[in-house]
Structure formats: C-alpha cells, structure tokens
Nanobody, 123 residues
Framework: VQLQASGGGLAQAGGSLRLACAAS????????AGWFRQAPGQERKFVAG????????SYTEDVQGRFIISRDNAKNTVYLQMSSLKPEDTAVYYC?????????????????RGQGTQVTVSS
C-alpha cells in the first residue's frame, strides 16, 4: 500500500485545515489507518486512528474535541479535519496504515507510512 498525504499549509490560530491521505496499491478497506505528527526535535507521535470500517476512532488527548479522523473506503482515502488549531499543532503530519490495532500509538508498528505534509499554525 502506498500512501500520499496532502492538504497541509499555513493557518492562523483558531483556524482549520483538512488533510487527506490517498492510498493505492492494496485493499485499503482492509487496513486500519492513522495520523501521526512530528515537530522539530521531537519523536513522531500518534494523533488519531480509525478502524477498517470507520466506525471506531481514537485520538490523543491533545487533539480530542478539535480533530476528526474519517475515511472513505470507496475513494481509498483517510482524512483529518483539524479545527481550533493551536501553534503547538505545528508539525509534519504523516498518514499510516496496516497496524493490527487502530489505537496503536507506536509509529513503528504501522507498516505503511506516507510522506509527510507540513502544517504550520501562526499565533
């Protein structure tokens, strides 16, 4: 499975961005999916995960209530709607797929990883 993330950019604090991750080369609907982020000098951290069907979701406490993960298996795409953005949300965001559990917070346990998309939030 190949993953291609898009939708990053510059936003003001309090604003919104929507990230998309398009999958190809495999049966995406069979895979749990997730988003991670990595700020400069920090390790890659779990942001949100979604199960194969899209009915079960998990978020890190930092984004709970502000971010929404969703997927459209017909389009082989997973989304991350980010609202009420804060400067501390600034990071490179990565999509991932294929972990055995959608709440797995270890980036190394996700075998399929896309390239990142930069999100910068100004104060």
């Amino acid at each position: 499975v190949q993953l291609q993330a898009s939708g990053g950019g510059l936003a003001q604090a309090g604003g919104s961005l929507r990230l998309a991750c398009a999958a190809s080369g495999g049966v995406f609907s069979n895979a749990h999916a997730g988003w991670f982020r990595q700020a400069p000098g920090q390790e890659r951290k779990f942001v949100a995960g979604i199960n194969r069907s899209g009915y079960r979701k998990s978020y890190t406490e930092d984004v709970q209530g502000r971010f929404i993960i969703s997927r459209d298996n017909a389009k082989n795409t997973v989304y991350l709607q980010m609202s009420s953005l804060k400067p501390e949300d600034t990071a490179v965001y990565y999509c991932a797929a294929g972990a055995t559990n959608w709440i797995n917070r270890n980036a190394n346990d996700w075998p399929y990883r896309g390239q990142g998309t930069q999100v910068t939030v100004s104060s």
